[in-house]
């Protein structure tokens, strides 16, 4: 039985909404027309609801193994289908960390099993994430490689990971934290850690790293990809390498998008992430950045932790916040309603954009692709409730807040992996 999804609508390039009917079978798109008369199809009924493809999130945490009570892979990968994810980048700081053949594997086999959606595992750069001693790259075979939650602290072993990486045509993808200037901070040292009597992490914690690791991949030839950039400085340092036509490319979270240092109320821990909220100025920053291409695409870095981990003040929790499940309607709401930007911009930043940066299958609605789709409504105004979380995790500041654009549709591989409508809706 195929599927037919009437009454969508879609957005063209030029950001023009278009009626549309879209069959699936064989897990492929087969036709695309103003109407489909169905035949032997279940019908899901979209009535304008926007149809578009597939997000793509190079940057989330599903802890397993190691932190189950935070996160699963099965709840994780449930959790971005809600949010209208059909592919994701897990990141390698669990327990055991994928560090050989073998935990690497471990973690396939979990992935395989649970998952409901594409995901794609990090290896780490080097041994349990803080060692000097780098993995066996070419054995492990991973899509990228990365020790994010720590910098790479030592030039030499960055470099020669950049080496490795780049003959075997691989991403680097960098947590920069220089951690002996990070001085035990907990939050952006400006205003508001001061003000709160918190010890701040200074800009230079990111941007430091981030100069450096360029100057390397170039000499590497390395693809170098920049975590969840936070500062101005960072957003220099990324802007002067790409004039110089080295290959770095960088992500930015909604969360540092939306939020500066003055937004945090009190020493609450539910705005404690790393890196930091920062500056108006950096916030200011990273949004031109993403708007004139030196930020190339929005990643969530979703991180759950427990309720009971982020109840206490800055200095006594762990930093991270989720973010998955409500990305899309947090830029839909805040960016493309405002104006600020296109809905044609944000789809490429959450989908395409990711997925050819990493060489992952790109989500495309044409006929002939594989059907990896989401379907938003872009009208229906929504209280994001934590009572409605996929997560185990509901450590977000963004809890109460009003948007549109929230997923009620999402299919990976032609199957429907997330549903709010039902069938013949």
């Known amino acids: 039985m195929g599927l037919l999804l009437q009454n969508a609508k879609i957005n063209t390039r030029a950001n023009d909404l278009l009626a549309c009917d879209v069959l699936i ?8 027309a103003t109407s489909i008369e169905p035949a032997d199809h279940q019908v899901v009924n979209l009535d304008g609801r926007l149809l578009a493809p597939g997000l793509v999130d190079v940057h989330v945490h599903f802890r397993e193994p190691g932190f189950t009570d935070k996160e699963t892979i099965k709840t994780g990968s449930r959790a971005a289908a809600r949010g209208g994810f059909v592919a994701v980048g897990a990141m390698p700081n669990t327990n055991p960390v994928p560090d050989t053949v073998e935990n690497f594997q471990a973690i396939q086999a979990i992935i395989d099993q649970d998952a409901v959606i594409d995901v ?25 490689y990365t020790n994010d939650g720590v910098g790479v602290q030592t030039a030499g072993v960055m470099y020669e990971a950049m080496v490795e990486a780049a003959r075997l045509g691989k991403p680097i993808v960098a947590h920069t934290e220089d951690e002996s200037i990070l001085y035990g901070g907990v ?10 009597g918190l ?38 340092m990324i802007r002067l390498g790409k004039q110089l036509g080295i290959k770095v490319t960088a992500e930015v979270t909604p969360h540092h998008l939306l939020l500066n240092e003055m937004d945090i109320p009190e020493d609450q821990a539910i705005y404690k992430m790393n890196p930091p909220l920062r500056g108006q100025a950096d916030q200011e920053s990273l949004i031109e950045g993403l708007l004139d291409g030196t930020i190339d695409i929005i ?76 379907v938003f409504d872009l009208e229906r105004d929504y209280v994001i ?41």
């Open 385 to 425: 409730d934590p009572a409605d979380y996929q997560s185990k995790s509901d450590n977000t500041p963004f809890n109460g807040e009003n948007v549109r654009g929230m997923c009620d549709l999402t299919i990976c591989h032609g199957e429907i992996v997330w549903n709010q409508l039902g069938g013949d809706h």
């Open 299 to 374: 990643a969530t870095d979703h991180a759950p932790h427990t309720r009971q981990e982020k109840s206490g003040g800055f200095l006594d929790s762990p930093f991270g916040i989720v973010g998955i499940e409500t990305s899309f309607a947090m830029i839909y709401t805040h960016f493309v309603e405002t104006g600020k930007m296109t809905l044609a911009f944000a789809l490429d930043r959450m989908s395409s954009l990711p997925a050819q940066l990493f060489n992952l299958p790109v989500p495309r609605l044409e006929v002939g692709a594989e059907a990896n789709l989401a």
């Open 25 to 32: 079978e064989d897990g492929h798109i087969v036709e695309m």
């Open 199 to 236: 010890p701040g992490i200074i800009g230079a914690v990111e941007s430091s790293q981030i100069a450096r690791d360029i100057l390397l991949a170039q000499e590497a030839g390395v693809h170098y990809h920049v975590c969840h950039v936070s500062s101005k400085e960072s957003v220099a």
């Open 120 to 144: 794609y595992h990090y290896a780490p750069i080097t041994h349990g994430l803080r060692s000097d001693e780098l993995v066996d790259m070419e054995g492990i075979n991973a899509f990228a």
């Open 187 to 196: 939050m952006h040292e400006g205003i508001r850690n001061k003000e709160l």
